[in-house]
């Protein structure tokens, strides 16, 4: 995984946390890890678009991911690197509320096929979005959280709710 004081001195947006962890969500639904082990690589390989609150806003990309044991939750997670870019003024804003916390939720979404007892039998991951406060929604798994951000700086942060509230 990315050293994040390495990403910082080259002024790189990086951040990691959970993408998604295996427990019950708050819908009643849970994605055993067993489903996403093979499919993650395609999601990485189709580009690992990271959007903000599943709109059509893509802000940044995936760089790495692991599956490990989220310590909290006593069970076993897809632990994400992403990349929030830099080129247009929403990049700036997502940035900015991601450093005041403001964004710091995610939330794995694609194809899922669920069982009557809410498990995923099979799934299709096409996206991690960054949710939150920002944009007033909250993940469905409490555990899909942002653990870590590079300390790159913000351009022009103005706020994620504030003129352009109508298109996130």
Sequence with gaps: MANLETEEKQNRRVFRGWATVAIKDSEGELIPMETLREKMDVYFRRGAPIMLNHSNWMVGRGLDYEFRMNDEAKAEGVYITGEVFNDFPIDNDVWGAMQEGELNEMSLAGQFEMGDDGVADWAAPME??????AVDS???????????????KSRAYKTIMGDRKSVV
Excluded at 128 to 133: A, D, I, K, N
Excluded at 138 to 152: D, G, M, Q
């Design 138 to 152: 909250k993940a469905i798994n409490p555990k899909a959280t942002v653990e870590e951000i590079s300390r790159a």
């Design 128 to 133: 991690v979005s960054l949710t939150g406060e």
